[in-house]
């Protein structure tokens, strides 16, 4: 096919890339070198467009919220090494009662800031027992049947209404200490001494 035959303008396309041919487009291999260089210049084009995020492709999908547990229930079998340490260093320490986000046990990927004892720290994370100003001695049976445990601790800096406080002694807690919200206060060395030899008596630590 030779000159005169590909004379008018025609309109290719590549999966909808259009192909601008040559006018006087002839057989020579000139010719079929300027013809190439069309079609790969569509697809190039092609390739552009249809990338993810682009005006004219696809978008990436919106993304999801994390909902992802920052700390739960403890789930190892390895033993607690409670040690009393608490230091005004502005870093959470054994014998501390520290602010943190606790996740819910019936919902781990929901939670609230709650005051949590801490019995030791593990690298980057903690471990601990959280506190409540709930009177549990009203439905201490109740709790029982449920394999709730709970221990007087007495008042402390961490509740600013200066309520009496329970531990729960069952639930260990393995925090991240980058949740840390704030430093409520320290148990004394007696109070933490007798939470840490319940929790360890009921957990065989």
């Given at each position: 096919?030779?000159?005169?035959?590909?004379?008018?303008?025609?309109?290719?396309?590549?999966?909808?890339?259009?192909?601008?041919?040559?006018?006087?487009?002839?057989?020579?291999?000139?010719?079929?070198?300027?013809?190439?260089?069309?079609?790969?210049?569509?697809?190039?084009?092609?390739?552009?467009?249809?990338?993810?995020?682009?005006?004219?492709?696809?978008?990436?999908?919106?993304?999801?919220?994390?909902?992802?547990?920052?700390?739960?229930?403890?789930?190892?079998?390895?033993?607690?090494?409670?040690?009393?340490?608490?230091?005004?260093?502005?870093?959470?320490?054994?014998?501390?009662?520290?602010?943190?986000?606790?996740?819910?046990?019936?919902?781990?990927?929901?939670?609230?800031?709650?005051?949590?004892?801490?019995?030791?720290?593990?690298?980057?994370?903690?471990?601990?027992?959280?506190?409540?100003?709930?009177?549990?001695?009203?439905?201490?049976?109740?709790?029982?049947?449920?394999?709730?445990?709970?221990?007087?601790?007495?008042?402390?800096?961490?509740?600013?209404?200066?309520?009496?406080?329970?531990?729960?002694?069952?639930?260990?807690?393995?925090?991240?200490?980058?949740?840390?919200?704030?430093?409520?206060?320290?148990?004394?060395?007696a109070r933490y001494d007798a939470v840490a030899t319940?929790?360890?008596?009921?957990?065989?630590?």
């Open positions: 096919m030779r000159g005169t035959a590909w004379a008018a303008a025609v309109a290719w396309q590549v999966r909808g890339a259009p192909v601008a041919v040559p006018r006087a487009l002839g057989s020579s291999a000139v010719d079929r070198r300027l013809l190439a260089a069309a079609v790969l210049g569509a697809a190039r084009r092609l390739l552009t467009t249809s990338r993810p995020g682009s005006a004219s492709g696809r978008t990436r999908p919106a993304r999801q919220r994390d909902t992802t547990p920052r700390g739960g229930d403890d789930g190892t079998t390895g033993a607690v090494r409670p040690s009393y340490a608490p230091s005004p260093d502005g870093l959470p320490d054994p014998g501390e009662v520290v602010w943190t986000w606790v996740p819910y046990e019936d919902d781990p990927a929901q939670g609230k800031d709650r005051p949590v004892l801490v019995l030791a720290v593990e690298g980057p994370t903690l471990v601990g027992l959280m506190l409540t100003s709930k009177d549990h001695d009203r439905d201490a049976a109740d709790e029982a049947r449920h394999g709730r445990r709970w221990m007087d601790v007495g008042t402390g800096g961490w509740d600013a209404q200066r309520r009496p406080s329970e531990v729960r002694l069952d639930r260990v807690l393995r925090l991240s200490a980058r949740d840390v919200r704030r430093e409520g206060a320290a148990l004394d060395r319940a929790a360890s008596r009921l957990h065989g630590w």
